[in-house]
Antibody, heavy 123, light 111 residues
Framework: QVTLRESGPALVKPTQTLTLTCTFSGFSLGTTGMCVSWIRQSPGKALEWLARIDWDDDKYYSTSLKTRLAISKDTSKNQVVLTMTNMDPVDTATYYC???????????????WGQGTMVTVSS | QSALTQPASVSGSPGQSITISCTGTSSDVGSYNLVSWYQQHPGKAPKLIIYEGSKRPSGVSTRFSGSKSGNTASLTISGLQAEDEADYYCCSYAGSSTFVVFGRGTKLTVL
């Protein structure tokens, strides 16, 4: 059974750096084709893709946020970490990690999601 | 990259069918057969219900179906049930630089 779980601080202050961890089971990022993405959802708003890390350690970021994001993985621990610098109240959102698979010539859908972690940015 | 366009809300009575549209551009929906749909109940994580435009993951009801014509993808739910009341989001692959774009979401109300 594939599961993902997000963890991190519930409250951060403006200008601080946010660090979120996605701990997963049921698959390995050492397996060809496996990838993990971070997606967020501001209260009452739509989903927004943030970043992706692939089995081969390739990393991709949202164009609008790439200067503030960094994604990394620890394959032995089955964890993916996302850092977001210079947090602002508009970054208040629920942050999800989700699995996505590369099928050889295309990326499939986000098939399994974590339950999400709510992050509030406030002084 | 702009969000995909979805109606803000749709409604239907139990047993009826409804369709939710998702309009993109020739850079996303129109170029790839890689539209996915997600169901999200309040306070819950999104759940994949349609992938690659029209395929259903194991365990998803056959009442959910997907299709595409040009730059517009559609999700149809037949035989509406009370449990279908939720928010629905479409998502399309948009090329290697943008990766994916989501729709703004549609709130389905079962009357």
């Amino acid at each position: 059974q594939v599961t993902l779980r997000e963890s991190g601080p519930a409250l951060v202050k403006p200008t601080q750096t946010l660090t979120l961890t996605c701990t997963f089971s049921g698959f390995s990022l050492g397996t060809t084709g496996m990838c993990v993405s971070w997606i967020r959802q501001s209260p009452g708003k739509a989903l927004e893709w943030l970043a992706r890390i692939d089995w081969d350690d390739d990393k991709y970021y949202s164009t609008s946020l790439k200067t503030r994001l960094a994604i990394s993985k620890d394959t032995s621990k089955n964890q993916v970490v996302l850092t977001m610098t210079n947090m602002d109240p508009v970054d208040t959102a629920t942050y999800y990690c989700a699995r996505i698979q590369y099928r050889g010539s295309y990326y499939d859908a986000f098939d399994i999601w974590g339950q999400g972690t709510m992050v509030t940015v406030s002084s | 990259q702009s969000a995909l366009t979805q109606p803000a809300s749709v409604s239907g009575s139990p047993g009826q069918s409804i369709t939710i549209s998702c309009t993109g551009t020739s850079s996303d929906v129109g170029s790839y057969n890689l539209v996915s749909w997600y169901q999200q109940h309040p306070g819950k994580a999104p759940k994949l219900i349609i992938y690659e435009g029209s395929k259903r993951p194991s365990g998803v009801s056959t009442r959910f179906s997907g299709s595409k014509s040009g730059n517009t993808a559609s999700l149809t739910i037949s035989g509406l049930q009370a449990e279908d009341e939720a928010d629905y989001y479409c998502c399309s692959y948009a090329g290697s630089s943008t990766f994916v774009v989501f729709g703004r979401g549609t709130k389905l109300t079962v009357l």
